[in-house]
């Protein structure tokens, strides 16, 4: 039995163990809890020894490549590669089946193995295919992982000031408790807790929290590039244009999830969320405008925390927006506050709060061309890694790579709806939206 059959079984067994407490509808005993608790720390184990079985695998190959020739080198004789598929897998198709089904049947992990192995032999591949098979492909470094999701999210304008929350190793969801809070009257606030002064009750009555949850689920955001082989020839230009490309296009495709996201197949984004307050136009306010009193109604209906909020506007408004004014008497006051210099700001501010030109928020005049947020309440979840898999035979014929990038995350806003406050009758929400003005 090798170290994949034997983590499979561990597996099984911590199942059998959860199963069967919940077919008796029954927490866990205290003999099923140590069972469950010794299984965690063989399968922790496990893992370790699949990691470093792969690791050995991969410097055995690497042995193989020739010291003085040039990494990402074409194969000397291109046919001879396909010759090996099929020497393995019996076709090219058999190759794709293996891609396929990879992740519930090991003896292809092995094939795959294999094949790698034999492709670097000729090809001199050494740098981007480093390791273990992973549907089709290998997995980077957890170095270049972290490089490459520390620049998606700096890339993201919103990404990187969402609350985060990883998801452990052995994992694809979590749920995070949190206390269901509609109203900030007494007896409701915080989920129904609820405290008297002295001379308010004769007799005090017990409370208890009402608590609700986030769900997070782990999504998969998918890229696809082909590489030519010139850009292959030279790893360093190569490797500049993927630290490049790649989190400039994962930090856009973040920062719209978390604005527009569906919540289906995707993480859930703060324009789809329950808890967005829209705020109506002025009566006869003109098409496709914003002005002062707009902002100061969205200002009155936010209750999220000034140092984790922004205002998220499309570019489009920003003429609007720039020379927003209130009147004072036969002349004005600008609402927006631009950057300033001497304080190293690089983004204007609405009370305050920096004001951020995002391509993901709507055109002028329609709802969601300017929202309030509070950064700080809206939650991501990742497992801190990123996939990246390669493989030379998807487009054999054009004798280019192809790069695979799958970085699992999920992300929602922390409230589903808006809050009724202690005193006043208008809801609040850390996140406001103007209605259309069309």
């Given at each position: 039995m090798n170290f994949k059959e034997m983590l499979k079984a561990a597996?099984?067994?911590?199942?059998?163990?959860?199963?069967?407490?919940?077919?008796?509808?029954?927490a866990m005993t205290a003999e099923e809890q140590a069972s469950y608790d010794a299984l965690e720390a063989e399968i922790a184990n496990l893992e370790k020894s699949i990691e470093a079985e792969a690791k050995m695998a991969a410097r055995a190959a690497a042995s193989a490549t020739p010291v003085n020739t040039p990494l990402y080198a074409q194969p000397k004789n291109p046919a001879s590669v396909?010759?090996?598929?099929?020497?393995?897998?019996?076709?090219?198709?058999?190759y794709f089946q293996a891609v396929h089904k990879v992740k519930n049947e090991p003896e292809y992990g092995e094939k795959l193995a294999k094949l790698n192995?034999?492709?670097?032999?000729?090809?001199?591949?050494?740098?981007?295919?480093?390791?273990?098979?992973?549907?089709?492909?290998?997995?980077?470094?957890?170095?270049?992982?972290?490089?490459?999701?520390?620049?998606?999210?700096?890339?993201?304008?919103?990404?990187?000031?969402?609350?985060?929350?990883?998801?452990?190793?052995?994992?694809?969801?979590?749920?995070?408790?949190?206390?269901?809070e509609t109203s900030r009257v007494n007896g409701s606030r915080y989920g129904g807790i609820q405290m008297y002064w002295e001379g308010e009750a004769a007799k005090m009555t017990g409370t208890k929290p009402k608590m609700g949850s986030v769900d997070m689920k782990l999504r998969n955001l998918n890229g696809l590039v082909y590489v030519t082989d010139d850009l292959l020839e030279?790893?360093?230009?190569?490797?500049?244009?993927?630290?490049?490309?790649?989190?400039?296009?994962?930090?856009?495709?973040?920062?719209?999830?978390?604005?527009?996201?569906?919540?289906?197949?995707?993480?859930?984004?703060?324009?789809?969320?329950?808890?967005?307050?829209?705020?109506?136009?002025?009566?006869?306010?003109?098409?496709?405008?914003?002005?002062?009193?707009?902002?100061?109604?969205m200002y009155a209906r936010f209750n999220g925390n000034p140092a984790t909020?922004?205002?998220?506007?499309?570019?489009?408004?920003?003429?609007?927006?720039?020379?927003?004014?209130?009147?004072?008497?036969?002349?004005?006051?600008?609402?927006?506050?631009?950057?300033?210099?001497?304080?190293?700001?690089?983004?204007?501010t609405l009370f305050g709060m920096p004001v951020i030109p995002i391509e993901q928020c709507e055109t002028l005049g329609t709802a969601g061309d300017i929202e309030l947020i509070d950064m700080g309440q809206y939650i991501m979840s990742d497992k801190g890694s990123l996939k990246i898999a390669s493989s030379m035979h998807v487009r054999f014929e054009y004798n280019e790579m192809a790069f695979r990038f799958t970085y699992r995350a999920d992300g929602q806003p922390e409230k589903n709806k808006p809050l009724t406050p202690f005193k006043g009758t208008d809801t609040v929400s850390p996140y406001v939206a103007l209605e259309t003005r069309g």
């Open positions: 597996l099984a067994k911590q199942e059998a163990i959860i199963n069967g407490a919940l077919a008796e509808n029954r396909e010759n090996i598929t099929r020497e393995i897998f019996g076709s090219v198709g058999g192995s034999e492709v670097l032999k000729i090809s001199n591949a050494a740098g981007m295919n480093e390791s273990t098979p992973s549907d089709g492909g290998v997995l980077v470094g957890t170095d270049v992982s972290s490089v490459l999701l520390a620049k998606a999210y700096e890339t993201g304008k919103l990404v990187s000031k969402a609350f985060k929350m990883p998801i452990s190793k052995n994992s694809n969801s979590m749920s995070l408790p949190v206390i269901d030279d790893a360093a230009s190569l490797e500049a244009w993927i630290m490049k490309k790649f989190p400039e296009e994962a930090g856009f495709k973040l920062d719209d999830a978390i604005i527009n996201g569906t919540g289906t197949g995707m993480p859930l984004g703060i324009s789809k969320s329950g808890a967005l307050i829209k705020v109506a136009k002025e009566a006869g306010q003109v098409a496709k405008t914003i002005v002062a009193e707009n902002i100061i109604k909020s922004v205002w998220v506007v499309n570019r489009d408004t920003l003429p609007q927006v720039v020379t927003m004014s209130i009147a004072i008497g036969t002349s004005g006051v600008l609402v927006y506050m631009p950057p300033t210099g001497l304080a190293g700001n690089i983004y204007g």
